[in-house]
């Protein structure tokens, strides 16, 4: 089956400065990778995701970059706030509907 | 977020017993998903069903099994459960790509 592997496991972050969370996943049929924030207790919520015909989507201060040569895409969030403090996990969708999720990113940003 | 529920949100029981958690959708969404989340693990699929009565197993799935006989509702089953079956557990339902979550049950077997 499909193996997503997240790093890092930790970031802390200044207030104002850019996160980058960075997966990569072993199946090349996957074409669907979506990305999850979940605040301590709560469950995860859908921030932004990419289908594998798209290079890199953007909403406001969250980009997602898909490279399907490399098996790996990333999460970038600029101009970081104090509310972005959550844990993040991608997720690879192979043939099928079955998700494979990352470990997880612990985000901190300090203010 | 979307019409999902889970019940009950906290379970407390012992070693050996069975237990059963629902989901309940009012989205009418095809798929539904079952995932536990222990810490330094993720979120690990369990079981999901893409119909009524259409399940298949998921990464984890020994010691689980799940029914559908409503497209709204998804039980899973922990026949006899055991301490490494202690974790939180979510739901998830969705049509084509997009998954939706539920609060999730937060489960502790003694």
């Known amino acids: 089956g499909e193996n997503v592997e997240q790093h890092p496991s930790t970031l802390s972050v200044q207030e104002g400065d850019s996160a980058v969370i960075k997966c990569t996943y072993s199946?090349?049929?996957?074409?669907?990778f979506p990305w999850y924030k979940q605040e301590l207790g709560k469950r995860p919520q859908l921030i932004i995701d990419?289908?594998?015909?798209?290079g890199e989507k953007k909403d406001q201060r969250i980009a997602v970059t898909l490279n399907k040569t490399a098996k790996h895409f990333s999460l970038h969030i600029t101009e970081t706030q104090p509310e972005d403090s959550a844990v993040y996990f991608c997720?690879?969708?192979?043939?099928?509907?079955?998700?494979?999720f990352g470990t997880g990113t612990s985000l901190t940003v300090i203010p | 977020d979307a019409g999902i529920t889970q019940s009950p949100r906290h379970k407390v029981t012992e070693t050996g017993t069975p237990v059963t958690l629902r989901c309940h959708q009012t989205?009418?969404?095809?798929?539904m998903y079952w995932y536990r989340q222990d810490p330094g693990h993720g979120l690990r699929l369990i079981h999901y069903?893409?119909?009524?009565?259409?399940?298949d197993k998921g990464e984890v799935s020994d010691g689980y099994s799940v029914s559908r006989s409503k497209t709204e509702d998804f039980l899973l089953t922990l026949e006899s459960a055991t301490s490494s079956q202690t974790s939180v557990y979510f739901c998830?339902?969705?049509?084509?790509?997009?998954?939706?979550f539920g609060p999730g049950t937060r489960l502790t077997v003694l």
């Open positions: 997720a690879a969708r192979p043939l099928g509907n079955q998700f494979y």
């Open positions: 199946d090349s049929a996957s074409n669907y």
């Open positions: 990419i289908r594998s015909n798209v």
């Open positions: 989205e009418n969404h095809r798929y």
């Open positions: 069903s893409y119909g009524v009565k259409d399940t």
């Open positions: 998830a339902i969705g049509n084509t790509d997009t998954q939706y």
